[in-house]
């Protein structure tokens, strides 16, 4: 019954910014932990964020300063603000609910010049 659904990602340049959008439905989101992992090639999957559902934050040492995860109840998302992104920041990256451990089909960030 949960369904998540990715977007935002895209090919940036070293430096630049991205925000990714995660929309949930079938879930009481608004309690709800959420998560974003990513994946890059060859590599394993990496918690980058999360978010509780009294907004409790927590980050990976690789995002902090950077990244920021937020979350907005009213619009049922999730949303992953990254700044001063780097070449080993591209992968794959996945929202996740966390309740039922749900994921979405992943959305591709690209860094490189």
């Known amino acids: 019954q949960v369904q998540l659904v990715e977007s935002g990602g895209g090919l940036v340049q070293p430096g630049g910014s991205l925000r990714l959008s995660c929309v949930a439905s079938?879930?009481?989101?608004?309690?709800?932990?959420m998560a974003w992992y990513r994946q890059a090639p060859g590599e394993q999957r990496e918690l980058v964020a999360s978010i509780t559902g009294d907004g409790r934050l927590n980050y990976a040492d690789s995002v902090k300063g950077r990244f920021t995860i937020s979350r907005d109840n009213g619009k049922n998302t999730v949303y992953l603000q990254m700044n001063s992104l780097k070449p080993e920041d591209t992968a794959v990256y996945y929202c996740v609910d966390m309740w039922d451990d749900t994921w979405g089909q992943g959305t591709q960030v690209t860094v490189s010049s």
């Open positions: 079938g879930s009481i989101f608004d309690i709800n932990a």
